[in-house]
């Protein structure tokens, strides 16, 4: 993965060698440093699943999971949910010097490396500060 945005990803159905689980609905970043923490992902059965990215691998046409077992249930009380920063409730935050984020870039290693601001422009994240979690 290199140079991947968050939009990117959730274009991706989530597969388990050819077996399609679900499909990623939000990308669940860490409450305070810049890189993603996992996937909420939307099973067959309904039912919102956490899949973390030390189990998930993009393709590049689907986003394969290390196993079935690690999809965590994702319930409004959970930890994820609770303590994480869901990339759709801050798009639309300001950042450095009043941009609109509309996106972030990941590497390799799920750290978050540029933002995408006002007009798709891309900005290293160098030293700019991710907005704090927003309400729902």
Sequence with gaps: MRGLTGADLLRRPVQLRGIQLGRSVDLLLHPQEPHALGLDVLCGDERHRFLPVSAAQ?????????????????????????????????????????????????????RIVELVVDAGKRVPLDGIALPSRRSR
């Excluded at 993009?58 to 249930?73: G, K, N």
């Excluded at 009043?98 to 290693?109: K, R, W, Y």
């Design 58 to 110: 993009p393709r590049a046409d689907h986003i394969e999971a290390a196993s079935s077992l690690v999809l965590l249930d994702l319930r409004e009380d959970s930890f994820y949910r609770l303590e994480s920063r869901p990339l759709s409730t801050l798009r639309g935050a300001r950042v450095d010097g009043g941009a609109e984020l509309q996106d972030v870039v990941f590497d390799g290693a799920w």
